[in-house]
């Protein structure tokens, strides 16, 4: 990286790369209320995966890579067992919540830097966090897929607040 | 934005940010691929556009969103009159080398300032473009399904060489 990437403007900053993320967790979170109960965990386009499950796995990333990344602590990849869509609502809300306590202890500097996560990832930094955001942006527009085949509308993908 | 924020490392940079967005094309372009010819532009799950139609919003947004950044000149919103799929492959080559050449035309600066593209969508620069990329992802995501539907197998997310 060289002396005049670090003085210049920055693309995006910390602080706008985490409102970001968040308006993106809202739209995910008006998918999974979207959901009809008795579809979220059962109704797939087959062979694919249920949209409860594609969110299980946004859940395995989100929290678990930051708190990797802040605590240099390996973490362990694993989906949280949760069938109904009251405790995958509470779940979405808690790692929300964490997301925002946990990324003021991410220093600019760490962006840059090469790390491993789940024991098997390596990459930048920021490319390890987008990777959980484009993840969450692809699957959630599969789950837009599903909505439509069930005849429902799908929350607006641009209303980010 | 804080001086702090101007001084700071990175989170990404500019040539980063264009190698992403390349990373995903190259996804993208896989998709097209793997579509058959006679579904590209029939195939959907009802009541949606088809793959096709979601690469032409593509094609409508993502060069001239970066003409009109570069130039200062308004661009109308047109989608690309394509319908067959050695036009479209030919097309998004085209556009994937365009936005090489305008790239290295965007400042650092101008990310954070604010703009109004196509007339209407108003936001800082770096918002607009991850709007482009963002919108990519989402509709590519869909393109899985049909393939999965089809019965075809869809290039992996997370190789973007």
Same sequence: chains 1, 2.
Avoid: C
């Avoid at 979220?40 to 995966?49: E, G, I």
């Avoid at 249920?50 to 240099?72: H, I, K, N, Q, R």
Wanted: glycine share 4%; hydrophobic share 40%; aromatic share 12%.
């Amino acid at each position: 990286m060289s002396n005049s990437a670090v003085n210049a403007a920055p693309v995006i900053t910390p602080e706008q790369l985490l409102a970001h993320w968040q308006g993106h967790r809202r739209v995910t979170r008006r998918v999974i209320e979207a959901f009809p109960e008795d579809q979220l965990f059962s109704y797939a386009v087959a062979p694919m995966r249920t949209f409860g499950e594609l969110v299980l796995e946004f859940l395995a990333m989100d929290v678990p890579t930051l708190e990797e990344l802040t605590s240099e602590q390996p973490r362990q990849y694993e989906t949280p067992k949760v069938q109904d869509k009251a405790e995958l609502l509470r779940l979405w809300d808690e790692h929300s919540r964490r997301i925002d306590e946990l990324w003021p202890r991410l220093p600019a500097e760490v962006f840059q830097e090469t790390r491993t996560i789940f024991g098997q990832f390596t990459s930048q930094v920021w490319d390890l966090l987008w990777y959980v955001i484009d993840n969450e942006i692809h699957h959630r527009g599969q789950g837009y897929v599903y909505l439509r085949a069930l005849g429902i509308e799908p929350p607006p993908f641009y209303v980010r607040d």
